[in-house]
């Protein structure tokens, strides 16, 4: 049995089908998580950011901290879609968006062992949001468990001493859950293979042609989404 931190979360969010749209609400989802957060009082720190060709989001990763932010935030791993104008239309046309949310909880305790030699690390200059020396110096760490080929990349910290020992703790999150689900089936595989596009989808947020967010598992409503994207989550997100 391993051992949860309630109070510490790790999200991450993947733009999916859309192209530039699906970056920009891979966007939106972390802009939506980290006011969320605020409202809660937790603590919300990035630990990387990759950026897409228009400023929008590929992917993005982050800390969160505070009362039973796992337990909370859990079940909002899965795939949510956006149905809005495009900004990035010319013709004004309606076009749907897809992102993947995945939310880890921190590792306390476990009985796991790494070989040092199913490891590689990377290090690269920090850029975008949360980066420290950005453009400078390659405090930038990212690590990858060679076997599973899962990877974590941390550029949150002011050295590469720390951002090593912070990718490092993610990756041992994510192998533990990953053999969690192996076991039991009761958790989704880290790399899951639900594919980041239309019928996968958890959740809908539409804002064209009626207003509306759906969840397509609870069947909670709410026809405000600008509140809803705003952090108003409550109505979605539930201790279970």
Same mark, same amino acid.
């Given at each position: ?91 004004? %046309? ?5 992102? %993947? ?66 990718? %490092? ?72």
């Amino acid at each position: 049995m391993f051992n949860y931190a309630k109070n510490k979360a790790l999200l991450n969010i993947y733009a999916g089908a859309g192209g530039v749209d699906a970056q920009d609400w891979a966007s939106m989802l972390f802009r939506m998580y980290q006011r969320y957060a605020s409202g809660k009082g937790w603590s919300f720190v990035a630990l990387h950011h990759s950026l897409g060709e228009q400023g929008g989001t590929k992917s993005v990763s982050a800390e969160i901290r505070g009362d039973e932010a796992y337990d909370l935030l859990k079940n909002e791993s899965g795939v949510h879609r956006l149905v809005r104008i495009s900004p990035f239309s010319a013709k004004k %046309l309606r076009h749907t968006s897809f992102a %993947l949310v995945e939310i880890l909880p921190e590792i306390v305790a476990a009985e796991i062992k790494l070989n040092p030699g199913d490891l590689r690390f990377e290090t690269f200059r920090s850029s975008g949001p949360g980066g420290q020396n950005v453009n400078k110096l390659e405090t930038a760490v990212r690590v990858t468990h060679v076997p599973t080929g899962n990877s974590v990349a941390v550029q949150s910290e002011r050295s590469q001493a720390q951002n090593k020992e912070k990718a %490092l703790q993610v990756l041992y999150s994510k192998l533990v859950q990953r053999m969690e689900s192996e076991k039991t089936k009761e958790i989704q595989d880290l790399k899951p293979g639900v594919s980041i596009e239309w019928g996968s989808q958890i959740r809908s947020y539409v804002l064209h042609p009626y207003q509306m967010v759906k969840d397509h598992r609870t069947g909670a409503k709410s026809s405000q989404p600008d509140k809803v994207l705003g952090g108003d989550l409550d109505k979605f997100i539930s201790l279970k």
